[in-house]
């Protein structure tokens, strides 16, 4: 299967710093990634969909200027949490778009949990 | 509003039984489909998907799809407790680049 890489895999901040978290397709080129968010015990929340080279489209209710998410090549997605607060603090998975047309496939990478304190 | 439905769950089975884990959706216009299992603490790992009506078979996992029904399943053979995790359905739309998810339904084999 396809690789998604994340970094960090957990980050600890204090409340009002900026944390930037980075998803890398590793074995394909990915014009789309997606950005999404996990609170215990609940789904997944889609946050955003990240397009190489434009802006990225942001689900109703998710602040784009307090999650910044930069698609600048085509195994490269950031999301930037900016001025944290402890209600900020979840689990954010990045997915990747492999294939074409009827054929894509979403694949997830390993997550980053963020803990603000 | 598109939507994806499962069962919440648990649904326990014993050890070496057949899982089947459901799921329906309400666009029509839906053309492919997921299954993803998530671990506790983790995140989602696709298993399978399947675009065509009828059955896909890969190791001890079947999906089956009816269009006509809007329904969708995952059937996983000799269950073993290595497989107790959420199996999450995930449909996407023609015409879109976006998946609509389900909540998933959580799955417990006994040893």
């Known amino acids: 299967g396809a690789v998604v890489s994340q970094h960090p895999s957990w980050v600890i901040c204090k409340s009002g710093t900026s944390v930037k978290i980075e998803c890398r397709s590793l074995?394909?080129?990915?014009?789309?990634m997606f950005w999404y968010r996990q609170f215990p015990k609940q789904s997944l929340m889609l946050m955003a969909t990240?397009?190489?080279?434009?802006?990225?489209?942001?689900e109703q209710g998710v602040e784009k200027d307090k999650f910044l998410i930069n698609h600048a090549s085509l195994t490269l997605s950031t999301l930037t949490v900016t001025s944290a607060h402890p209600e900020d603090s979840s689990f954010y998975i990045c997915?990747?778009?492999?294939?074409?047309?009827?054929?894509?496939?979403?694949?997830f990478g390993p997550g980053t949990r963020l803990l603000v304190l | 509003q598109k939507e994806v439905e499962q069962n919440s769950g648990p649904l326990s089975v014993p050890e070496g039984a057949i899982a089947s884990l459901n799921c329906t959706y309400s666009d029509r216009g839906s053309q492919s489909f997921f299954w993803y299992r998530q671990y506790s603490g983790k995140s989602p790992e696709l298993i399978m998907f399947i675009y065509s009506n009828g059955d896909k078979e890969d190791g001890r996992f079947t999906a089956q799809l009816n269009k006509a029904s809007q329904y969708v399943s995952l059937l996983i053979r000799d269950s073993q407790p290595s497989d107790s995790a959420t199996y999450l359905c995930a449909v996407k739309s023609s015409g879109t680049y976006k998946y609509i998810f389900g909540t998933g339904t959580r799955l417990k084999v006994l040893a």
């Open positions: 990240s397009n190489e080279g434009s802006k990225a489209t942001y």
């Open positions: 074995d394909f080129q990915a014009t789309t």
């Open positions: 997915s990747a778009l492999r294939g074409s047309s009827s054929q894509e496939t979403q694949y």
